[in-house]
T-cell receptor, first 116, second 112 residues
Framework: GAVVSQHPSWVICKSGTSVKIECRSL??????MFWYRQFPKQSLMLMAT?????????EQGVEKDKFLINHASLTLSTLTVTSAHPEDSSFYIC????????????FGSGTRLTVV | SQQGEEDPQALSIQEGENATMNCSYK?????LQWYRQNSGRGLVHLIL?????REKHSGRLRVTLDTSKKSSSLLITASRAADTASYFC????????????FGTGTQLKVEL
């Protein structure tokens, strides 16, 4: 149980275009989802916390107008990279906390974004 | 950032040997978790240890936690080639809400 489905798994886009990444919780309700970014051979850096029905909370240094997060339902959160540039090329991963007293988290399979 | 530091950054061992990875963090935690990531994939939760626990086992995994030293270690015994992956520690900091903050990671390669 507790599966998060992330799509697409990879995407190539042209500079200046926007790309939307979706994360769905398949068998549970995720009131909170987390979006991470990972550069090659580096760790995951938290970008923002997405809360259902409210505005996302962004980490320091993350441009909220560039990385638009929408969490309109208990099972879907989206990250839109607007006006993408080559430096936005990265691996983006979403995560949701599995509820209850257990502090477990489940992760999507990630999206490899390449901006050309 | 409150990211933990892990060492070694990279580790190469022979199949059957044990692999030990260390993680240090900066502030008080509620719990510490270890994750595995195969190249270009998402993360898989391995084990969680709470701040009031000192050691935990799960199959071939053994995790220790020393809150006085703000450090943890992950031991993989009798390693297999399939254990080749990156391993990350991650913490939920006291007062940090539900945010999970990751360490720098250890790239483990297990050779036949």
């Amino acid at each position: 149980g507790a599966v998060v489905s992330q799509h697409p798994s990879w995407v190539i886009c042209k500079s200046g275009t926007s790309v939307k990444i979706e994360c769905r919780s398949l068998d549970f309700q995720a009131t909170t989802m987390f979006w991470y970014r990972q550069f090659p051979k580096q760790s995951l850096m938290l970008m923002a916390t997405s809360n259902e029905g409210s505005k996302a909370t962004y980490e320091q240094g993350v441009e909220k107008d560039k990385f638009l997060i929408n969490h309109a339902s208990l099972t879907l959160s989206t990250l839109t990279v607007t006006s993408a540039h080559p430096e936005d090329s990265s691996f983006y991963i979403c995560s949701a906390r599995v509820g209850g007293g257990y502090y477990g988290y489940t992760f999507g399979s990630g999206t490899r974004l390449t901006v050309v | 950032s409150q990211q933990g530091e892990e060492d070694p950054q990279a580790l190469s061992i022979q199949e059957g040997e044990n692999a030990t990875m260390n993680c240090s963090y900066k502030t008080s935690i509620n719990n510490l978790q270890w994750y595995r990531q195969n190249s270009g994939r998402g993360l898989v939760h391995l084990i969680l240890i709470r701040s009031n626990e000192r050691e935990k086992h799960s199959g071939r995994l053994r995790v220790t936690l020393d809150t006085s030293k703000k450090s943890s270690s992950l031991l993989i015994t009798a390693s297999r080639a399939a254990d080749t992956a990156s391993y990350f520690c991650a913490t939920v900091f006291t007062g940090g809400g539900n945010k999970l903050t990751f360490g720098t990671g250890t790239q483990l390669k297990v050779e036949l």
